[in-house]
């Protein structure tokens, strides 16, 4: 195997060894549990808004999609006979692969996030939004400042 095919063999591998991304449940873990090394969960980063968040998620969609399609393009490569094909699926995989790792790396340096590691999403706060009329939206806002008026004279 060519180096690029051994870094994403490595890539693939440690991916897919690493468990699922953001709040899918690890597997199982079936060592000796005096084997196993305690872990610790550290923040990395806050997301601040919904915005924010959805840019996030759109973020991890995208790398995860690319890290995917090299994947794929690394096992049509292994499969395929025609040199020509393979010249060309080559030339696919290193264009991909060039971009994931300039996401991933601007992925890290934006939230502190890359692909070799796993992670678990907090929901911290978290807004319940319904549809309503006007009028029953400023109902709503009376109702709430009412309330707080009324907990602020009980202190």
Known sequence: MKRNSLILVALGASLLAGGYLLGQAPAKNTAPAA?????????VATLNGIQAN????????????QRQAVLEI????????DE??????????E???????ENNAAMQKAYGF???????????????????????AAKLEKAE?????????KK
């Open 114 to 136: 890359t692909l070799t590691r796993n992670y678990t999403l907090e929901i911290e706060t978290a807004h319940i939004l319904m549809e309503v009329t006007e009028e029953e």
């Open 54 to 65: 959805r840019e996030f998620q759109a973020n991890v969609q995208l790398v995860q999609a």
């Open 74 to 81: 690394n096992a049509a490569l292994d499969k395929e006979k």
């Open 35 to 43: 084997a196993a090394k305690p872990t610790k969960l550290v923040r």
């Open 84 to 93: 020509k094909k393979k010249k060309e699926l080559k030339a696919q995989q």
């Open 95 to 101: 264009t991909i692969l060039k971009k994931l790792n």
């Open 145 to 153: 400042k009412d309330a707080a008026a009324a907990a602020a004279k």
